[in-house]
C-alpha cells in the first residue's frame, strides 16, 4: 500500500502524524514507512490555488503492527502564513519542485476542490467520487473546519453540506458510510442524508478503501449531550422542585430519542440481514464480559466488592434460553452521537468504536447494546454536572439520580413503544431474555467506564461505581416505564 519517497517526506508525515488529535496511537513509538499518494484532485487547479494530493501514509509501530492514516496535502511554492499551525514539511516534490506542503482539511481553497470533484462525480484509476442523487450542492460555499473531533476530520461547507474525512483507514466498507447510505435510500427522519462518498481500491484487496462522506448539514442542529447537561443545570438551580416540575425537564426529549433510535433499529433490521443467537453464542457473549471483568478487577480495586453480582448478571445471559436476534447497530451510542432539530432528534456517528477494528464494527449485535449504551449517558449527564458542584450534599445527589432514573425510564417507555422488535404483545413490554441482556450490556459498559475514569479522570470513577451498585441491587425495568415521559 506503499511508494517509495523521499526520507524527509517520511520523517515530516510521522512527526505530524503523531501530534495530531486524530492520531489513535499515542504512546506507542513509530514512524511511517511508506505513503500510497492517489493523484490530484484537480490536475489543473485554478491560479494561485494549491495542488492537492490525497496521501495515505503507512504508520509502522515498533511492536511490529501497522496502521494507515490518511493525510491530504496542499502543495504550495511559498509559505502560506494563515496555515502555519497546518504544516506538514517543506520538501522537493518530483513533480512541483519546492513546495509548502500543509494539511489541506485546514485549507478552504483546499477543501473546495473535494466539493467540485463530488459534484462532477470525479472518477479515476486512483479515486472514485460517488454521488447519490437529489441534491445539487453548493459550490460557492466556503469550507471551515470542525474543531474537537477525536478521529476524523469533518468541514462545513456554509449552510449545505458536511465532509467527514477519515484518518484512519482500513479495506472495506466504512459502516458510517454504508448506514446512512441505507438509512437514506430508506427515506428515514433520523439522520442526515448522504450525499456521496469517496473510495479508492485497496493494494491487495477486493474491498474498497473509503475515505471521506458528504451529508446533509443538520443547521439547526443542538448536541445531545450539551441539552442534556443544561437540563441537569436547570434542575440544580431550582431548589425546592423535583425533576418533573423543572421548565428544563427533559424527559419528553428522552421519550422522543427514544422512538427514534427504535425507528432507527427497525429500519437497520429490514436493509441487512437479521441473524440470531443460540445459547453456545451467548454463553461466548457472557464469557466474553466475565473477562472484561476479570481483568478490570485488576485495575479498579472497587470492583471487587461487586464482582460476585456482576458475574451473576453475566450468567442470567448465558442461562437465556430463547434465540436472540441480532442485527446492524449504531455500536458506539451515547447522547453525543444525537443532534436536536427542529425536525426532531438526528442520529450521527455510525462508525463504531474507532479503536476496534472494521470486521468487530460491522459485526452483528443485539439492538440492546445500543440501548444499554443510551442509559449509561443519561446516568453520566446527571453525576457529571453533579461532580461540578461545589458544595454538593446529599440533596444534590438524590435530584441527580432523580434526574438520570427520569430520563432512562422515559427513554427506554419511547424505545419501547416505537420499536418492532422488543415484545411479541407489542405491548411495551420486555421479556425476562431482553431485560437480562440489557442489564448485562448496562454493567458491561459500566465495568469498562471505571477503567476509563482510573486511567484518565479519578475524580469521575464514582459515577460508574456507584451504577454498578445500583444496576446489581436493584429489579430490573419496570413495564410501566412510560409513566416518566407523561
Known sequence: MSTAVDENVLHDLGAYIAEARWFGGKGRAMHVSGVRRLGWIEPEPAPGAPHVRIELATVQYEDGDIEFYQVPLAYYPEVQERLAHALVGVWRDEELGEVHA??????????????????????????????LEGHELDLDAQGSL???????????????????????????????????????????D?????????????????????????????????????????????LFAEGDLHADEVGGDFAAESHRLGIATAEVHDTLAHEFPVETW?????????????????????????????????????AAVAGIDEPVPIQRVHGDYHLG???????????????????????????????????????????????????????????????????????????????????????????????????????????????????????NRPSWLSIPLSAIARLTSTPVYSDNAQEASE
Request: aromatic share 8%; hydrophobic share 40%; no cysteine.
Open 146 to 188: 470542525f474543531s474537537g473531533e477525536q478521529s476524523n476530520s469533518s468541514v462545513r461547507f456554509g449552510e449545505d453540506s458536511l465532509m467527514k474525512l477519515f484518518r484512519k483507514i482500513t479495506p472495506g466498507r466504512n459502516p458510517d458510510v454504508e448506514i446512512h447510505e441505507a438509512l437514506t435510500r430508506a427515506e428515514s
Open 278 to 314: 443460540g445459547r453456545d453464542d451467548l454463553a461466548e457473549l457472557a464469557a466474553a464480559m466475565r473477562r472484561r471483568l476479570d481483568a478490570a478487577v485488576g485495575v479498579v480495586a472497587g470492583l471487587e466488592p461487586h464482582r460476585e453480582a456482576l458475574e451473576a448478571t453475566f
Open 102 to 131: 500543509y494539511d489541506a482539511m485546514h485549507d478552504r481553497a483546499a477543501t473546495a476542490q473535494w466539493l467540485a470533484a463530488f459534484s462532477r462525480r470525479e472518477r479515476t484509476e486512483e479515486m472514485w467520487f460517488h454521488r
Open 190 to 234: 433520523h439522520v442526515a442524508a448522504l450525499y456521496g462518498w469517496l473510495e479508492a481500491p485497496a493494494h491487495g484487496s477486493d474491498e474498497p478503501l473509503q475515505l471521506a462522506m458528504i451529508q446533509q448539514l443538520l443547521r439547526t442542529a443542538s448536541d445531545g449531550w450539551d441539552l442534556a447537561l443544561a437540563s441537569v443545570r436547570d
Open 337 to 455: 452521537q444525537t443532534l436536536r432539530t427542529v425536525r426532531g432528534w438526528k442520529i450521527v456517528d455510525f462508525e463504531g468504536e474507532p479503536a476496534k477494528p472494521l470486521a468487530e464494527r460491522v459485526r452483528p449485535d443485539s439492538r440492546w447494546r445500543d440501548v444499554a449504551g443510551m442509559l449509561r449517558s443519561f446516568d453520566y449527564a446527571a453525576h457529571a454536572v453533579e461532580a461540578d458542584v461545589e458544595d454538593r450534599g446529599p440533596q444534590i445527589a438524590y435530584r441527580a439520580l432523580e434526574w438520570a432514573e427520569r430520563n432512562r425510564s422515559a427513554f427506554l417507555a419511547g424505545y419501547l413503544e416505537a420499536s418492532e422488535g422488543t415484545s411479541e404483545a407489542n405491548d411495551a413490554a420486555m421479556s425476562p431474555a431482553q431485560r437480562a441482556l440489557l442489564r448485562a450490556y448496562e454493567v458491561d459498559k459500566a465495568v469498562y467506564e471505571t477503567v476509563y475514569e482510573t486511567r
